[in-house]
């Protein structure tokens, strides 16, 4: 299985903008066979936008359906973040739109990340898994892929793959350097961690999206320049997958 995402800069509120970016991106993922791409989180309207709440967009809106309508063309699932809006609620959450342009997946963001995050959203309550490309993978977002319990909950439920939107930002360089590949070694699970670049108001996004394979290899990463990753997904290796979970002595 190809994975595929997509490392850019904040729409900034520009929601054409950010369709037709994704559009473009989708349109060259499916021309070399990729089974997903995967957009940055929040992307529906940008992460660090002031105006947020006003912004936050329900399931079922215009943008959404144009992008579930992208995936359906190119014959590609697409994973975007977006802000939801479910009634007086907003959610932090990723929307995975089928190859049909069917959902697949609604998640929202369980582990949200400082003061902001957390006075704005309602943290949600369960994780998302759905068949892609003959394996089961599923949704995180962010700060989620950083929990050890979570990555070990999807692969002792059979995840193969972690598709991941995020917004991480300068000082924390070490999670696309080492964190993400640790956790995709530690679990054996292969990890899609997209990310902005550039900055938008008072962050400075540290780039480096990766595509990590389930014995943490690097398979692809970005610099801190806009970029389209794709990348095989290899056969997982049973002399090298780790025996954490099985190994593991409880200290009570």
Same mark, same amino acid.
């Given at each position: 299985m190809?994975?595929?995402?997509?490392q850019?800069?904040?729409?900034a509120?520009?929601?054409?903008?950010?369709?037709?970016?994704a559009?473009?991106?989708? @349109?060259?993922?499916a021309a070399?066979g990729?089974a997903a791409?995967?957009?940055p989180e929040?992307?529906? &309207?940008?992460?660090?936008?002031?105006d947020?709440p006003?912004r936050?967009?329900?399931?079922?809106?215009?943008p959404?359906?144009?992008?579930?309508?992208?995936?359906?063309?190119?014959a590609? @699932?697409?994973?975007?973040?977006?802000?939801?809006?479910? #009634?007086?609620r907003?959610?932090?959450?990723?929307?995975?739109f089928?190859? $049909?342009g069917?959902?697949?997946?609604?998640?929202?963001?369980?582990?949200?990340? #400082? &003061?902001?995050e957390?006075?704005?959203f309602?943290?949600?309550?369960?994780?998302?898994t759905f068949?892609?490309?003959?394996?089961?993978?599923?949704?995180?977002?962010c700060?989620d892929?950083e929990?050890?319990?979570?990555v070990?909950a999807?692969a002792?439920?059979?995840?193969?793959?972690?598709?991941? &939107?995020?917004?991480?930002?300068a000082?924390?360089?070490h999670?696309?350097?080492h964190?993400?590949?640790?956790? @995709?070694?530690?679990?054996?699970?292969?990890?899609?961690?997209a990310?902005?670049?550039?900055?938008e108001d $008072?962050l400075?996004?540290?780039?480096?999206?990766?595509?990590a #394979?389930p014995?943490g290899e690097?398979?692809?990463q970005?610099?801190?320049?806009?970029?389209?990753?794709?990348?095989?997904? &290899?056969p997982?290796?049973p002399a090298?997958l780790?025996?954490q979970?099985?190994d593991l002595?409880a200290?009570?």
């Amino acid at each position: 299985m190809k994975l595929a995402l997509w490392q850019g800069t904040s729409p900034a509120a520009d929601l054409d903008r950010a369709c037709a970016e994704a559009e473009t991106a989708l @349109a060259a993922a499916a021309a070399m066979g990729a089974a997903a791409l995967v957009l940055p989180e929040l992307w529906l &309207p940008g992460y660090n936008r002031p105006d947020l709440p006003a912004r936050a967009l329900p399931l079922d809106s215009a943008p959404l359906r144009r992008l579930a309508s992208a995936a359906r063309a190119h014959a590609t @699932a697409l994973v975007v973040g977006y802000a939801e809006r479910d #009634g007086d609620r907003l959610y932090n959450s990723a929307a995975c739109f089928g190859a $049909d342009g069917g959902l697949l997946a609604n998640y929202r963001k369980v582990q949200l990340y #400082g &003061p902001r995050e957390h006075a704005l959203f309602t943290p949600g309550r369960s994780f998302a898994t759905f068949p892609l490309g003959g394996q089961t993978v599923a949704l995180l977002i962010c700060y989620d892929v950083e929990f050890a319990p979570h990555v070990k909950a999807l692969a002792d439920r059979g995840v193969r793959a972690i598709l991941a &939107p995020t917004a991480n930002m300068a000082p924390f360089t070490h999670v696309v350097r080492h964190t993400v590949p640790a956790m @995709a070694a530690n679990h054996g699970v292969s990890i899609a961690y997209a990310n902005y670049c550039g900055s938008e108001d $008072d962050l400075t996004y540290v780039g480096g999206s990766l595509i990590a #394979g389930p014995h943490g290899e690097v398979l692809a990463q970005a610099g801190d320049h806009p970029a389209l990753l794709i990348a095989e997904i &290899p056969p997982r290796d049973p002399a090298r997958l780790s025996t954490q979970s099985a190994d593991l002595r409880a200290i009570e």
